[in-house]
C-alpha cells in the first residue's frame, strides 16, 4: 500500500468515525431502548480509532531527537 492510498484510506477511517460518533450521539438523545446497539456502534468505533492510531503511526516519521 503507497502512502498516498493509506492517507485516503486514513481520511475514510476518520469520516466513518465521526460518522459512528454522530449515530450513537442520535441513539442516545433518542432515549432509545436498543442498549445492544449502541454497544455494537461504540464497539466498530474502538476499532476504526484502533486503525486510524496504526496508520497514523506508520505515517508520522519517527523524530530522533
Known sequence: M????M???LAGLR???R???AAIAALTAANTQ???QIARLK????RL???ISIIEDFLTPDIIA
Do not use: G, P, Y
Open 2 to 5: 503507497t502512502e498516498e492510498e
Open 7 to 9: 492517507r485516503k484510506r
Open 15 to 17: 469520516i466513518e468515525h
Open 19 to 21: 460518522d459512528l460518533d
Open 34 to 36: 436498543d442498549q445492544l
Open 43 to 46: 464497539k466498530r468505533k474502538l
Open 49 to 51: 480509532k484502533d486503525q
